[in-house]
T-cell receptor
Framework: NAGVTQTPKFRILKIGQSMTLQCAQDMNHNYMYWYRQDPGMGLKLIYYSVGAGITDKGEVPNGYNVSRSTTEDFPLRLELAAPSQTSVYFC?????????????FGDGTRLSIL | QKEVEQDPGPLSVPEGAIVSLNCTYSNSAFQYFMWYRQYSRKGPELLMYTYSSGNKEDGRFTAQVDKSSKYISLFIRDSQPSDSATYLCATLSSGNTGKLIFGQGTTLQVKP
């Protein structure tokens, strides 16, 4: 039972490079989310999706893009990497928007931009 | 003002101690409140949730919400070294998006 799978686990980028963080879930969840976590700052929502073909901005979307062509996959794109994007990125999914339903998280991608 | 505020700690206690973790929130419309636990180099996982005011108990863990003061608490009794983790409070945002608003997280270390 894989749950939410994120790849890669670690990555070092140079300033100005681009990359895609992959996220896949095998629970047939409609709702998916991307967060970034910086030390002492909690989780900040970058983008979210309520179903295939539907995405919307979260709290900190600048410098990122997403797409949701299938229910399973929700990739996050960094177009021009900047040092401020050094962070740990978490993808999450949930079955319904109800408060008694948990969000299931992947184990994160640790990204350093130098 | 942040919508959910949490003292980031760190908090260090001896094994067997009672631990109290706290958050405050700003919007009285929030109804669902959660505690997520995050071990080092792992993603958060749901520990407990409560709806509206009141207490909820699960083993050594008790979650408490006081809506009159907009205060959320998590109590851990007989704390164990395995409880060492970061604890994040969260609330469900309004609307039908399932978005969560997280506090900053409190890092807890339980020493044997």
């Amino acid at each position: 039972n894989a749950g939410v799978t994120q790849t890669p686990k670690f990555r070092i980028l140079k300033i100005g490079q681009s990359m895609t963080l992959q996220c896949a879930q095998d629970m047939n969840h409609n709702y998916m989310y991307w967060y970034r976590q910086d030390p002492g700052m909690g989780l900040k929502l970058i983008y979210y999706s309520v179903g295939a073909g539907i995405t919307d901005k979260g709290e900190v979307p600048n410098g990122y893009n997403v797409s949701r062509s299938t229910t399973e996959d929700f990739p996050l794109r960094l177009e021009l990497a900047a040092p401020s994007q050094t962070s740990v990125y978490f993808c999450a999914s949930r079955d319904r928007a109800r408060g008694d339903q948990p969000q299931h998280f992947g184990d994160g991608t640790r990204l350093s931009i130098l | 003002q942040k919508e959910v505020e949490q003292d980031p700690g760190p908090l260090s206690v001896p094994e067997g101690a009672i631990v109290s973790l706290n958050c405050t929130y700003s919007n009285s419309a929030f109804q669902y409140f959660m505690w997520y636990r995050q071990y080092s180099r792992k993603g958060p996982e749901l520990l407990m949730y409560t709806y509206s005011s009141g207490n909820k108990e699960d083993g050594r863990f008790t979650a408490q919400v006081d809506k009159s003061s907009k205060y959320i608490s998590l109590f851990i009794r007989d704390s164990q070294p395995s409880d060492s983790a970061t604890y994040l409070c969260a609330t469900l945002s309004s609307g039908n998006t399932g978005k969560l608003i997280f506090g900053q997280g409190t890092t807890l270390q339980v020493k044997p």
